[in-house]
């Protein structure tokens, strides 16, 4: 079992950056793909990027590439998303999930694919 923890939301002014963490505790997940996806309130759970056990793949949704980026540290247990150019529409509840066993590519963008989830952390950005 694996039980992960988001860090780092906060409010913030459009243009400005923030970084998220995700740390994992339980037992290591340095061998599965991580991800992180966000839900606004009325609306379908967005995905927002992953990466794969060694860092070799990444995905980005289209709404952050670019201005997004996504990294891990598997001797920490941790994943790291950091954000750019914040937008007001990038205002959300970010989740950290992980899989139980190593994903394909095209499956990484999707949440069905992904076993564990954090509780997730706000991030409010005004303009």
């Known amino acids: 079992q694996v039980q992960l923890e988001e860090a780092g939301g906060r409010l913030v002014q459009a243009g400005e950056s923030l970084r998220l963490s995700c740390e994992a505790s339980?037992?290591?997940?340095?061998?599965?793909?991580v991800g992180w996806f966000r839900q606004a309130p009325g609306k379908e759970r967005e995905f927002v990027a992953s990466?794969?056990?060694?860092?070799?793949?990444?995905l980005y949704g289209g709404s952050v590439k670019g201005r997004f980026t996504i990294s891990r540290v598997n001797a920490k247990n941790t994943v790291d998303l950091e954000m750019n150019s914040l937008k007001p529409e990038d205002t959300a509840i970010y989740y950290c999930?992980?899989?139980?066993?190593?994903?394909?590519?095209?499956?990484?963008?999707?949440?069905?694919?992904?076993?564990?989830w954090g509780q997730g952390t706000q991030v409010t950005v005004s303009s």
């Open positions: 999930a992980a899989s139980d066993r190593a994903l394909a590519i095209k499956s990484m963008a999707f949440g069905t694919e992904y076993d564990y």
């Open positions: 339980g037992r290591t997940f340095s061998r599965n793909a």
């Open positions: 990466i794969n056990w060694n860092g070799g793949t990444r």
